[in-house]
């Protein structure tokens, strides 16, 4: 059956791309010469010759596909972005597709080389915003997997922007500071642009939140101490304590410290240790960027050029060193009968420190044309990645130890000679991509029900990684890989209401599309697809889709470098206490090719032909082989199933984990995900009003809940299947069954107020073990965005001409996550600071436009 199925799809993409790229017959060239005069816009003018109105409407991108939404400028303003990332957070649950995957970008109907090339527009800009289902990225080149979304820009315009804009966290401890300057001119088919940008982000200190120490964790600045094997300290010191005692605070008098009744007092209470003010929650962030784009005619074709470079450094103290010193019963400062261990924060050391830069560099280029009515364009793209930096692990202790065997004083702060040497892990990844894509479009036959639509793509890359680590466990990894991918899309329309055939049935058509790629290391995968779009009437339209794929591994996943932390505290779901372990964490590079298969059936309603109300509404069955994940909960049937990544003692107690991509055998999910928006002017237009010149406010709103109703995960064959929504986790976290989004807003001259957000229903954790059976509250997000136009209440003031003032504030009532145990306590690593730091925020940006 496999090799029947290889060669149908060799036979489709074949036949297929030796189709695209043929010459057209003269019946399409008429075809293609009828579009175009159709999408010009018409002039009508009055007898008096005095007005002239200008009546002209951009074709469909995708003839036949409904868009999920449509944004038009009057939308964007009252959205009130200043940037392109703005925008994109703002209408992100719109163009996510239903598994999360990104959408495709295309600039007045085009491809572009990456979205590098569209992220420097600002969006006065953009005219219009469509936003098409999966099906419609079969148009491209690509699989329908993912949204589409074409911004269309205005013909003429030009902008010179400059910004700065200064925010900080509502609690004390952090703030932003942000820089930006932006030109952009456009006149017809030119296009420059030009951006540069600055951002600095202060660390937060732990003190900053309220952050209680963990109880289980032994280290403090003095010290605690237990016996080497867990058990038993001293009998004579549990004589004097009145019961066994397994671990005993280091007393704070020094006098004290040699003495074994000093130990008594503390029997069995370690110290705790507040690590605040020396560990930072979130890192110190400093950013750059600069980005430029050209784009012009070339002779009968048009092309574009994007250049684009970026650096970030994180930089973040991670406490002091967390050592477990060994003290003979030889040691003179000891009163222990027997050998024991210390427990210590090296306080009189520093801290650890931890820094990574993240250096990008983009390059790309598109270019397009047509010959004899088939529509072609060419993109490649070259693509640089390097992270690099350092973490301080740790601080050899061999001198130390050896000067307390020798008699030096265990329970002082130690001479700072003995404690010079940091263990540093110095590790850096370098990912190069170079990639080449063409893609041809047509319309070779002319149907009754219209004409039939035929994509061809013929698609080239190569990856490599280098990935190395220099210290006390050093890596050394190289990777190549090379990709090469051809396939075909069609499109066949078989019912038409336009052309009347057979019209009683409504607009129906079939798609369907093969590739075919060959990777390296992972051998053929192939992509099929097949689908059917019926629209019974006017405003409503059914999408029905079958589609399957074949994906390797993210280069990262299978390259970064491998780093062993040790001292981390990770909470053990097995037992419900928290382990102090070595974490090994990295890449991955036995890692197996991603096999999905994704059936869905979506409903798209536009009620009202004249307003911008719609309705979609997509149920997906997926079947995943051997996707690449990550296991995070350390709960007894996953360690049934990795019993190598867990390493125990032999009093059960966690010695080290490892947190490494692996690929998990299947997952079958079922869900509906619906979108709901709409959008336009507020109140009549009145009746004096010239084109153009409509002053209503505009309203938009949406909203897009996702009901989950299974989602099952069998990690290897033959394994127990977990059940994801009833309490099974392999991150240690709830998978909610309701989750969704929403936003809304309202703009007039230049003037909006927004308000867009989140939010996911509670869920539950499942453990025999009351300790590590979590229960987790509702979660809801809301940011509030304000613009306002200096200039529309200081009309008399030149300089406020074109200025913007903006007010951000993220996370409106600051509603944070809650999760408690079964017995009704929180775990440390869930505290509330811990899980969200940040909190509430507030930004303000001055914005001027010239």
Aim: charged share 20%; aromatic share 6%; net charge neutral.
């Amino acid at each position: 059956m496999p090799d029947r199925r290889e060669r149908l799809v060799r036979l489709l993409v074949t036949s297929g791309c030796a189709l695209g790229f043929a010459a057209a017959t003269p019946a399409i060239a008429q075809a293609d010469q009828e579009q175009t005069a159709a999408s010009k816009p018409k002039i009508k003018s009055g007898d008096s010759g005095q007005e002239i109105v200008v009546v002209g409407e951009r074709a469909a991108i995708v003839k036949g596909l409904d868009p999920l939404a449509t944004l038009d400028r009057n939308t964007l303003d009252s959205i009130g972005a200043t940037s392109m990332s703005d925008l994109l957070r703002v209408i992100k649950p719109l163009t996510q597709s239903a598994d999360g995957g990104d959408p495709i970008f295309l600039l007045n109907g085009q491809r572009v080389s990456s979205y590098q090339e569209i992220g420097s527009l600002p969006p006065e800009a953009i005219d219009k915003v469509e936003i098409l289902p999966e099906p419609a990225a079969l148009r491209f080149g690509y699989p329908p997997t993912r949204r589409v979304v074409n911004f269309i820009t205005k013909r003429n315009f030009r902008q010179i922007e400059a910004s700065v804009a200064a925010g900080t966290t509502i609690r004390p401890g952090s703030s932003i500071a942000e820089g930006n300057f932006n030109l952009t001119r456009l006149h017809k088919d030119q296009r420059i642009t030009l951006t540069l940008q600055r951002q600095h982000g202060s660390s937060l200190l732990q003190s900053k939140r309220h952050v209680l120490p963990n109880p289980q964790v032994l280290f403090d600045a003095i010290g605690n101490v237990t016996a080497p094997d867990g058990g038993e300290i001293d009998p004579a010191l549990s004589q004097i304590a009145g019961q066994p005692v397994t671990v005993a605070p280091v007393p704070q008098p020094e006098a004290d410290r040699s003495s074994l009744p000093a130990y008594a007092a503390g029997a069995n209470q370690p110290r705790l240790f507040d690590l605040g003010p020396y560990r930072t929650l979130i890192p110190r962030k400093e950013e750059w960027k600069a980005e430029s784009v050209l784009a012009d005619k070339i002779g009968s074709l048009s092309g574009s050029l994007d250049l684009s470079a970026e650096q970030t450094t994180e930089t973040a103290m991670s406490g002091p060193a967390a050592v477990t010193l060994t003290v003979p019963s030889s040691n003179p400062y000891s009163p222990f009968a027997s050998t024991v261990l210390l427990h210590r924060y090296l306080t009189e050391a520093g801290v650890l420190h931890t820094r990574q830069t993240t250096t990008t560099l983009h390059g790309g280029s598109t270019l397009r044309g047509a010959i004899s009515g088939w529509l072609w364009d060419w993109t490649a793209s070259i693509d640089q990645k390097l992270i690099g930096g350092f973490s301080e692990n740790g601080i050899d202790l061999s001198a130390a130890n050896a000067a307390i065997a020798a008699g030096a004083n265990p329970f002082i702060p130690l001479d700072p000679s003995l404690l010079s040497d940091r263990l540093v892990d110095r590790a850096h990844l370098l990912t190069r991509t170079m990639n080449s894509k063409l893609v041809v479009r047509g319309m070779p036959v002319q149907l009754p029900a219209g004409p039939l639509n035929v994509t061809g793509t013929v698609e080239g890359e190569w990856l490599t990684a280098s990935s190395v680590t220099r210290g006390a466990d050093p890596f050394n990894l190289q990777l190549g890989r090379t990709r090469t991918e051809a396939g075909i899309a069609v499109d066949i329309p078989l019912t038409s209401r336009t052309d009347h055939v057979l019209a009683a049935i409504g607009d129906l058509s079939l798609n369907g599309s093969a590739n075919a790629r060959r990777v390296s290391g992972f051998g053929s995968l192939y992509d099929t697809t097949l689908g059917a779009t019926w629209g019974p009437f006017k405003g409503v339209q059914f999408l029905l889709q079958d589609k399957r794929s074949g994906t390797a591994p993210d280069m990262e996943k299978l390259a970064s470098p491998i780093v062993h932390v040790a001292n981390v505290p990770i909470f053990d779901f097995v037992t419900g206490r928290t382990d102090i372990v070595t974490v090994t964490s990295g890449g991955n590079p036995d890692l197996a090719a991603e096999k999905r298969q994704v059936r869905s059936v979506a409903l798209n309603v536009k009620p009202f032909p004249g307003s911008e109300l719609r309705v979609a509404a997509t149920y997906e069955n997926t079947d995943i082989r051997n996707q690449t994940g990550e296991v995070y909960a350390l709960r007894p049937e996953i360690e049934a199933v990795f019993p190598d990544l867990f390493v125990r003692d032999s009093t059960g107690h966690l010695v080290s984990v490892t947190f490494q991509p692996t690929n998990f055998y299947r997952e079958r999910q079922k869900s509906l995900n619906i979108v709901i928006n709409a959008g336009g002017p507020v109140g009549k237009k009145p009746p004096n009003a010239k084109a153009g010149q409509d002053d209503r406010p505009n309203y938009y709103a949406g909203a897009g809940p996702t009901i989950r109703f299974s989602d099952r995960l069998q990690l290897r064959p033959g394994a127990p299947v977990l059940d994801l929504l009833s309490g099974d986790s392999v991150t240690g976290w709830k998978t909610a069954r309701v989750s969704g989004y929403f936003y809304a807003g309202i703009g007039q001259l230049g003037n909006s107020i927004s308000i867009d957000g989140w939010g996911d229903g509670g869920g539950r954790v499942r453990s025999p073990v009351g300790a590590s059976d979590l229960y987790f509250s509702p979660l809801f997000h809301a940011d509030v965005h304000a613009t306002l136009s200096v200039h529309h209440f200081l009309r008399k003031q030149a300089w406020t001409k074109h200025l913007q003032l903006k007010l951000d504030i993220e996370k409106l009532i600051n509603f944070r996550q809650k999760v408690h145990d079964r017995n009704g306590l929180v775990p440390n690593q869930y505290q509330p600071d811990l899980l969200d730091p940040v909190g509430r925020t507030v930004k303000f940006t001055i914005r001027k436009l010239f």
